[in-house]
């Protein structure tokens, strides 16, 4: 099964801030598909809820160094 959540993602002024985000969450285990939008702000994240949570896909994006707050 897989699982799709949308993350605000707050602070990012470029390209290669979303890039960054986007691949963090790629490398996360259990993430089979993460694209970050630049101009929305936004993060659709899908993955495998036996392996990894939401709340470990936000963490991950705040280690990144950006603010993560959860749409759905
Ligand atoms: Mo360039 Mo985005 O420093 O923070 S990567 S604006």
Redesign the pocket.
Known sequence: TTQICRILVK??????????VESALRAIRGVNRAQVALATEEAEVHYDPIIVSHEQVMKTIEET?FEAILIS
């Open positions: 602070g990012m002024t470029c390209t290669t801030c979303s890039s960054t160094g």
